[in-house]
């Protein structure tokens, strides 16, 4: 009774939704070659797949396993290097995004201080990055040299225990958030 009604309804709302703009997510950019390298020498290359030190299943440059048997790779067994280093770039992606749409918009991060946070974030993962208090103190507009150089060395547990390559890890990710560099990284969006 209320078609031929519902048709025009439909037919004058079709052209305002084809006209939206489409909002583009920020993407963040791709961390620097420092940061491949430490993450490369902290994580350490292991062509088949391993208990990392809690006891989660890992495999090449610390990729965590999502199946049993790692079955999401796209790679063969045993990786290669070349395989491995391409697996973590691509697990990267989300651990450069966390830190891209978590900072505050004010917050600004040279490549070196970014990469730093990426290699931290891939490390104690990403719920751990948004519940933290170096992220709540970098978007409540303090410097971000001292709030990196202050809270990255607290992160050095894993499962209770403070852990020495933790340890070493951190004063790593510091020293090379304190790497002078011109390269400018966040805000990756305006």
């Known amino acids: 009774m209320h078609f031929p009604s519902l048709l025009v309804l439909g037919a004058a709302l079709v052209p305002s939704v084809f006209s939206s703009p489409i909002v583009a997510r920020c993407t963040g950019p791709d961390v620097n070659a420092a940061t491949i390298a430490l993450i490369k020498q902290f994580e350490g290359f292991v062509p088949n797949v391993y208990k990392d030190p809690v006891g989660l299943p ?4 610390g990729h965590l396993c999502k199946t049993a048997g790692c079955g999401e790779v796209p790679y063969p067994f045993p990786l290669s ?3 491995a280093t391409k697996l973590m770039k691509a697990d990267l992606k989300s651990f450069q995004q966390t830190i891209t749409l978590k900072t505050a918009s004010h917050v600004t991060l040279n490549a070196n201080q970014y990469g730093a946070l990426v290699s931290w974030a891939f490390n104690v993962g ?3 990055v948004g519940t933290s208090t ?3 103190r970098l978007n ?3 410097n971000e040299a001292t709030v990196i150089a202050q ?3 607290r992160w050095n547990k894993a499962g209770g225990k403070v852990l020495a390559g933790l340890t070493r890890r951190r004063a790593a990710e510091v020293a090379l958030a304190q790497t002078s560099t011109s390269a400018k990284a966040i805000p990756a969006c305006s």
């Not at 890992?58 to 440059?61: D, E, F, L, P």
């Open 126 to 128: 990403s719920g751990a």
């Open 140 to 142: 409540a507009g303090e």
């Open 134 to 136: 170096l992220l709540a």
């Open 58 to 61: 890992t495999v090449g440059y």
């Open 151 to 153: 809270e990255l060395p």
């Open 81 to 83: 290097e070349e395989n």
